[in-house]
Every structure is written in C-alpha cells, then in structure tokens.
T-cell receptor
Framework: DAKTTQPPSMDCAEGRAANLPCNHS???????VYWYRQIHSQGPQYIIH???NNETNEMASLIITEDRKSSTLILPHATLRDTAVYYC???????????????FGQGTILTVHP | NAGVTQTPKFQVLKTGQSMTLQCAQD?????MYWYRQDPGMGLRLIYY???????DKGEVPNGYNVSRLNKREFSLRLESAAPSQTSVYFC???????????????FGNGTRLTVT
C-alpha cells in the first residue's frame, strides 16, 4: 500500500472550514484514498473515500488532485466536536494478501477552537 | 443499531494470565479485524478474517490467536499475557467479501488492556 504524509497538527476556528492535506505520491491506479478520524477514547470513525473524483457526503468533502498524488479533506463548518485525529489512508482496490487491510499512520491532530 | 460491540471495555491482567477479547457485529459483514493501538504507533493490524471460516495474520500477530466463531463473532485470545501487550484493542468489520473491495471499516470502541 502507498505511504501517506500528513501534517502532525492543525488548528481551525469554530464555524470555519477545516482543510486537511495528505500526500500520497506513490499511490497506484488501483488504490483508494480513505479518511478516518478518531475522537479521544473512541474507535476510528469512517468519514469518506474516493478513487479519483471529488466526493461529498454529509460529513465532509474529499478533493483529489488530477494526478492523484495528494488529496484534501474539507470539513465545511468545523465544530468543537470535530476535534480529533484525522487519518488519511490508501487502500488497495482488490484482492491479494493485502486485501481489506488499512494501515494507519500517525494522522493529523485537528484542534477546533472557539 | 449496535454496530460493533467489544467486551470487556477494561481489563487488568497479571503477566502469564490468559484472556479472550470478544467482538460481535450486527451488520452482516463478511470481514472482521483486530487492531491494537499504542501511543505514538498508530493502529496496527493483528489478525483479520476475510470471511467466515478464514483467518490470516496481520502486521503484529505474535502472542495472539483468533477464532472466527461465526459470521457475527471474532475473538482475540492472549494465551500468556505480557506487559508488551498492554494496549487498546479495536475490533472492526467491513462488508468486504471476496467479490467486494470498496467498503469502509466500522470500529468498536475498544478494550483497554493493562498487563502488570
């Protein structure tokens, strides 16, 4: 699986958009980009994923560059409850011994302040 | 709608003791996983079960065994606990079967294990 690089920490004001970057320059054509977050003492929570098109759901938007070497998770109106560690993960698309597995790195600690 | 349920939530063991961590999911998912999380290490995969009746080693399987009891349940056993196994253990599940690859993992809220 491709390796990802994220900034260790970011701050965001409540009500503003939080833009979390992720580099995955070695991503291959059969790998998806996934985002999870982990709020203190809880299990990781799935946010969104995509292959090459931009994606949006009720939680967030995912912008993937055309060359797919980087992506940005956007929380459009951050709240205090969005304070968490955010993980960007690439995941192989199908089959093989690495099927279905996610490798979690260190993530970005997002702090939303009033 | 319970999702993924882990028991117990907390456990303290003495070195050499054994215990089984239980995990059950009610989403009819095919695949289940056990991760451990240590400070500064992120999450690391211990074992996974792609489908009922199969199990495979992950990144850090030493000192652990697993059983996929049925489609709903996937247990993790520590036969002889060591202080290095002090960690938070997360169970997860996903729809993934052999024909499906594009589904997120759903996690439980973890078991906090301390081995003294």
């Amino acid at each position: 699986d491709a390796k990802t690089t994220q900034p260790p920490s970011m701050d965001c004001a409540e009500g503003r958009a939080a833009n979390l970057p992720c580099n995955h320059s070695t991503i291959s054509g059969n790998e998806y980009v996934y985002w999870y977050r982990q709020i203190h003492s809880q299990g990781p929570q799935y946010i969104i994923h995509g292959l090459k098109n931009n994606e949006t759901n009720e939680m967030a938007s995912l912008i993937i560059t055309e060359d797919r070497k980087s992506s940005t998770l956007i929380l459009p109106h951050a709240t205090l409850r969005d304070t968490a560690v955010y993980y960007c993960i690439v995941r192989i698309r199908t089959g093989g011994t690495s099927y279905g597995k996610l490798t979690f790195g260190q993530g970005t600690i997002l702090t939303v302040h009033p | 709608n319970a999702g993924v349920t882990q028991t117990p939530k907390f456990q303290v063991l003495k070195t050499g003791q054994s215990m089984t961590l239980q995990c059950a999911q009610d989403m009819n998912h095919n695949s289940m996983y056990w991760y451990r999380q240590d400070p500064g290490m992120g999450l690391r995969l211990i074992y996974y079960s792609a489908s009922e009746g199969t199990t495979d080693k992950g990144e850090v399987p030493n000192g652990y065994n697993v059983s996929r009891l049925n489609k709903r349940e996937f247990s993790l056993r520590l036969e002889s606990a060591a202080p290095s196994q002090t960690s938070v253990y997360f169970c997860a599940s996903s729809v993934d079967g052999l024909a499906s690859y594009n589904s997120p993992l759903h996690f439980g809220n973890g078991t906090r294990l301390t081995v003294t």
